[in-house]
């Protein structure tokens, strides 16, 4: 048999196309900004996001963004009673409906709800089924649909009584979704009135001194891509149905012929009070109370932070969750639960406790999406876990329907042959339907598709630590493990939760590309072949895994898939597009884009460092009290080549995405680099390090590039039980006091 030698035409033309098509891994592509430089520039002045976050306490970000949202409400209250008026956001205006309602990116109708509102058109690929849970509900099956709300007005023309809060706390009961599809954030707000361990978890996003009912000014804050951000909105709110005078359809006909014998202001007073007073005449989420204003404000000001409402239709339930909670989500598919029994007893009896749950169905495309499907469970939908008990051998799930009625009709439904009185007086439950009740496990399993388990950090938030670091890599389409990889240190053995993240890519919708990611990672220890654990994806945004870790230095390996819709809009279209007709929209959502994936340093761009302290230098007491060893350069090999001109096809392979690794410790702070592990800092831990030891070991682990490269000097003298170490840095000083044995206590 002969073999010839000479390269096929066919395969000429293969390797011309995978030419054209396809780049270098070694080829990072720098991700666009939208605005121009000088205007990008101008408007984010001093506040440039960081790509690292030294280790620090996971209320460290919280808190700081409590003082501005304060600070920020203080001046408009001062400005508001300076000029005798009442706050009008002008950068989120309802009147300006086209502004606030929709967003960048042509939208198409959401025929799973049907038609009562759109959201963004997104991709579907072939290799998952899932889709994000976006129900929103109907009042009136007979009555047309209602497309967009008719009007706004403020709270105190709305409500006769208003207040934030009725007896100064959220309850469950209050929560009620409306015409938006946002059952997944809705449901997310019901979740945290789970108060068992995790006490006012709603007052934490909307903290008392940053409001002012009276002047109609409401602060809160949101969890954004690692840190908390906060938000200002006034208080107006949309409502279902026009004024009297703007009503032009059969409802005014209608109400004209049964009130015509009335006085015509006595008429329009009327109407005013039947269609515009109270919660119920809200278009999007309301109170049960017809006085109550937290769940329609919360609502307004997550809409306003991520640029409209359409863009907080659909989601996933735990990522609400997150945004809400700063927590860590992760997805459960509950036909993959192996252990059913396991995963009651560490699981849902810890809701409340130590985690909190929310759950949904998947579209079963019924012919009619509105006809009761399974009992009384809604399909494409979110509820809210509440508790999990053990009755009398019986296994209950309390669950809650954001919409406030619509209940589960089975076993222990209300009203049902299980119930006697010593159940209702032991479970505290009354029958009643505003969308809470109770339902065996075993039907919980068989009616819900997926479950979100959050752990909440606020209960020991102060023994909790996070380290994050944040870069851009290229994704190859042949679907690889990345060339880039994370290594992290550990100084003490801890728990362990990593968590890698993508952008938050719903705070600039309609800027997102072609292109969507999901994510994994292997955990290994350096040069060994075998995982210790996994970090599969969990909805959109991130993967994630916990574990319990030995003091060492550990290596992240990332799993980037990408897919490309061709269908999607072309970021420089959408540009093109919006740039005259919708300009300040486009520099609203522009600017959050552009900030977003500033975090996503490239290791060429990060200044090299002239001094690094290293944890190799064993530390004694007798250690000098200047510590300034030779620094450790970056090998050349392990930095990406960067391609800023690439002289590529129109429609080539040309994705790149930002990634952050987040490190989640107990009682102990991890560091975090980019490249192989042979750049880690090396900690070891002796077995007989004293206390004073490993609290020195302890604090220098947060050292990060960033933060050697500008120290100066470090004084250490000790104490009895603590020992107050003095930085000496390039344009200030600090000095922090550190409890042996435990985290920072701080000066």
């Known amino acids: 048999m002969t073999i010839a030698t000479s390269t096929s035409s066919t395969q000429k033309a293969l390797n011309v196309f995978w030419e054209n098509k396809l780049s270098s891994d070694e080829t990072i592509t720098r991700p666009p900004n939208v605005l121009p430089k000088h205007i990008y520039e101008r408007l984010i002045g001093e506040n440039k996001p960081s790509s690292i976050v030294s280790g620090c306490s996971v209320n460290v970000s919280y808190d700081v963004a409590v003082k501005q ?23 989120f205006n309802l009147d300006d409906m086209e502004y606030c309602l929709r967003s960048l990116t042509v939208t198409e109708t959401d025929t799973v709800s049907g038609g009562e509102h759109t959201r963004l058109t997104s991709s579907k690929k072939s290799v998952t089924a899932r889709t994000v849970i976006s129900r929103a509900e109907t009042f009136n099956l007979t009555a047309p649909q209602v497309r967009e709300p008719a009007c706004a007005k403020r709270v105190s023309e709305i409500f006769d009584a208003p207040k934030f809060f009725i007896g100064h706390e959220a309850h469950v009961q209050d929560i009620r ?45 949101f969890y954004r891509d690692g840190e908390w951000v906060s938000e200002i909105v006034d208080d107006k709110l949309y409502l279902t149905n026009p004024d009297y005078d703007d009503c032009n359809d059969d409802r005014r006909l209608v109400w004209d012929r049964s009130h015509g014998r009335l006085d015509p202001e006595a008429s329009r007073e009327d109407y005013k009070k039947t269609f515009q007073t109270g919660s119920d005449a809200l278009f999007f989420g309301s109170c049960a109370d017809p006085n109550e204003t937290w769940v329609p404000l919360i609502e307004k000001a997550f809409a306003k932070i991520h640029g409209d409402y359409d863009s907080i239709s659909g989601g996933w339930p735990g990522e609400g969750v997150e945004d809400l909670t700063g927590g860590v989500a992760t997805q459960f598919l509950t036909s993959n639960i192996l252990g059913k029994d396991s995963f009651w007893t560490e699981g849902l009896l810890k809701v409340g406790k130590d985690f909190i749950f929310n759950t949904g169905t998947r579209d079963y495309d019924h012919p009619d999406p509105y006809q009761l499907g399974r009992q009384g469970i809604e399909d494409d939908h979110a509820y809210s876990v509440l508790r999990a008990v053990e009755y009398q051998g019986h296994r209950l799930c309390l669950v809650k329907n954001p919409w406030g009625e619509t209940e589960w009709n089975g076993p222990w439904s209300d009203g049902s042959k299980e119930w006697t009185p010593e159940a209702l007086h032991a479970l505290n439950h009354k029958f009643g339907n505003e969308g809470i009740f109770w339902m065996p496990y075993e039907d919980f399993l068989g009616r819900y ?12 938030w102060f023994n909790w630590h996070v380290t994050q670091r944040w870069t851009t890599v290229n994704v190859s389409w042949s679907d690889d493990y990345n060339e880039t990889s994370f290594h992290l240190t550990i100084p003490v053995p801890t728990t362990t939760v990593i968590v890698l993240s993508q952008l938050d890519t719903r705070y600039f919708g309609g800027l997102t590309g072609q292109y969507t990611y999901y994510l994994s990672f292997q955990l290994h220890k350096p040069g060994q072949k075998s995982h210790i654990a996994r970090g599969y994806s969990s909805g959109d945004r991130s993967a994630t895994t916990e574990v319990f870790l030995e003091a060492g230095t550990y290596e992240v390996h990332l799993k980037i898939t990408g897919y490309r819709d061709d269908a999607l809009p072309k970021v420089e279209d959408v540009v093109k597009d919006n740039w005259l007709s919708r300009r300040d929209k486009l520099i609203q959502i522009g600017l959050k884009h552009d900030m977003a994936y500033a975090k996503g340093a490239i290791l060429n761009d990060i200044p090299k460092r002239e001094k690094r302290i290293s944890l190799a230098t064993p530390i004694t007491l007798t250690t000098p009290s200047v510590l300034t060893p030779p620094p450790t350069p970056l090998p050349t090999s392990a930095l990406p080549i960067l391609n800023h001109e690439a002289d590529m096809a129109k429609d080539a392979w040309n994705a790149s995405c930002v990634v952050g690794l987040k490190i989640y410790t107990h009682e102990t702070i991890a560091s975090i680099g980019i490249g192989k592990s042979a750049d880690a800092v090396k900690v070891e831990i002796s077995p007989d390090l004293t206390e004073k030891e490993l609290g020195i070991r302890k604090l220098l682990s947060t050292l990060d590039d960033t933060f050697s490269s500008n120290l100066r000097k470090v004084k250490i003298k000790t104490k009895k039980k603590t020992f107050q170490m003095r930085w000496k840095f390039k344009d200030k000083k600090w000095k922090e006091e550190i409890l042996f044995g435990s985290g920072r206590k701080g000066l």
Do not use: M
Not at 69 to 91: F, H, L, W
């Open 69 to 91: 949202c304060e600070a920020k409400v203080a001046a408009i209250v001062a400005e508001c009673q300076r000029n005798n008026t009442k706050y009008s956001d002008n950068e």
């Open 177 to 221: 979704q409306g015409s938006e599809g946002d059952c997944w954030f809705i449901s997310s707000l019901a979740c945290l009135t789970v108060d068992e361990a995790f006490p006012r978890l709603i007052n934490k996003l909307c903290p008392e001194k940053a409001r002012n009912e009276n002047i109609g000014v409401y602060g809160f804050v």
């Open 449 to 460: 598709d997926e479950i979100w388990r959050t752990r909440i950090f606020h209960c020991d």
